[in-house]
């Protein structure tokens, strides 16, 4: 157990107070084995960022539901860059549209999970990436 | 499916560059200070320099520690008196622990949460913890963290931990200063003041004191306090209402001059430092303990004594 400690930073950037998502995400990830630190709602991305250095997080799941996922989860990214992290993983997590993917993606989201997809699909990717356990479809 | 994501490297500092970082007060190399100490990824060499250095330095920080029970408002405390320092221009670094799950290891940290809204801010430091690791209620890594905190200069070190069960002690092992913080009405305030914390802490805060009922309690604590020799202060504050804060600032500043001036502080640093001594051969030994407990053969006839001492002795222990 003490060599495979991976931390999770549960992050709500933007003007958005519905926290059900993030605190039903923050759990199964908590079962999942993960030490998960939840920032609570509307920070700024520098916020967000300034949190993950200082708890030195492996991933970084971000999740608002207002429709500003596009403005704002990049934010985050460049708060990241700023400070000399940018290695941290950052997902992005909401009702994401198919057509937004890309766009997030390219300013350096590394994964989305949009509707249709549940805590499990980002466990495993985590356990994937961070861990190095291939994961069965 | 999904596109394939090339796979990031995680940022990776050499000791060398973590020591050096973390002595200029920089937040990622001490962020990852902690991170290896807790990981166990740390070689004794760094935990070397950072102890040698502290032993060196002119400047000591603070370290406060905060206990109490659950929702007595420990958090919001902390956050009120982080607030009113950093407005006085000081550097906060925070550490706090927060239970992790038995089954899973899993932790759900969420003391951050009550002072997310003094971020971002380049003057104050918050490392959340789990209390994964404990082997008998000892957790050695947090001392550790208290050590790599001073190397980095804080002013104030204020470190908040679960308030039930041995931590309780344990913090006053940990800190310079220690407050238990209680709240009116709790019911079982008697039951509280018989565990002994009340004879090891130096102040008593008393929050929710805007209650009604906060006066009848701080009259019961009087009762109790009385009879202990050198018995803590108590401060009637409401962290709420920002009310007392000032108050608690100069108390502890005061304090902590008087236990410095006496020559206190330094016999509870050296207490302190030997405390870990003996929490580092605990966590090591029940480590080993704990492998030889899982793997060990069950031999109901015979009695579970004499096979912890025949391998004990096994293990060169003189018992």
């Known amino acids: ?137 | 499916m999904r596109n394939k994501v090339s796979k990031k490297k995680r940022l990776v500092l050499t000791e060398e560059e973590v020591f050096r970082r973390l002595i200029q007060g920089d937040e990622v190399g001490l962020a990852r200070a902690l991170s290896m100490i807790y990981r166990e990824e740390a070689t004794s060499s760094l935990l070397s320099r950072i102890y040698a250095y502290n032993a060196d330095k002119k400047h000591k920080s603070k370290v406060i520690g905060i206990t109490g029970a659950g929702g007595v408002g420990k958090s919001t405390l902390i956050s009120v008196l982080a607030e009113a320092l950093l407005k006085k221009g000081l550097r906060i670094g925070i550490i706090a622990v927060d239970p992790s799950s038995p089954k899973t290891g899993g932790a759900l940290l969420g003391d951050r949460i009550r002072l997310q809204h003094l971020f971002p801010n380049p003057n104050l430091f918050f490392r959340s913890f789990s209390s994964r690791g404990m082997v008998g209620g000892i957790n050695p890594f947090i001392f550790d963290a208290v050590a790599v905190l001073e190397a980095a200069s804080f002013d104030y070190i204020i470190i908040e931990t679960l308030g039930i069960g041995q931590d309780e002690i344990d913090i006053v092992h940990m800190c310079d200063l220690t407050a238990l913080v209680i709240a009116p009405g709790l019911g079982d305030d008697v039951q509280f003041l018989k565990s002994g914390v009340i004879e090891l802490v130096d102040l008593i805060v008393m929050n929710k004191s805007d209650l009604p009922t906060a006066s009848r309690t701080v009259g019961i604590l009087n009762s109790y306090t009385r009879m202990v020799e050198n018995h803590p202060d108590i401060i009637k504050l409401s962290a709420y209402k920002k009310q007392g804060i000032m108050e608690l600032i100069e108390y502890i500043d005061n304090k902590w001059q008087e236990l410095l001036d006496n020559g206190s502080l330094e016999k509870r640093r050296m207490e302190r430092w030997k405390f870990q001594v003996g929490n580092w051969m605990r966590y090591i030994i029940g480590k080993r303990i704990h492998k030889f407990v899982e793997k060990g053969e069950v031999n109901p006839k015979a009695s579970p004594y004499e096979i912890a001492i025949s391998t004990l002795k096994e293990w060169g222990c003189e018992v």
Do not use: S
């Not at chain 1, 909401?94 to 997809?117: A, R, S």
């Open chain 1, 1 to 137: 157990m003490a060599d495979k400690v991976v931390r999770v930073l549960v992050g709500k950037p933007g003007l958005d107070g519905h926290d059900r998502a993030a605190k039903v995400m923050a759990r199964a990830l908590r079962d999942a084995g993960f030490e998960v630190i939840y920032t609570g709602i509307r920070q700024t991305p520098a916020q967000v960022a300034q949190t993950a250095v200082q708890e030195d997080v492996d991933v970084i799941v971000l999740n608002n539901l207002t429709g500003a996922h596009l403005e704002v989860f990049p934010l985050v990214v460049e708060e990241l860059k700023k400070r000399g992290r940018d290695d941290i993983y950052v997902l992005a997590t909401g009702v994401i549209p198919f057509e937004d993917v890309e766009p997030l993606k390219e300013k350096g989201i590394d994964e989305v999970f949009g509707p249709g997809t549940g805590p499990i699909h980002v466990i495993n990717w985590i356990k994937e990436h961070v861990l190095g356990e291939k994961q069965g479809e």
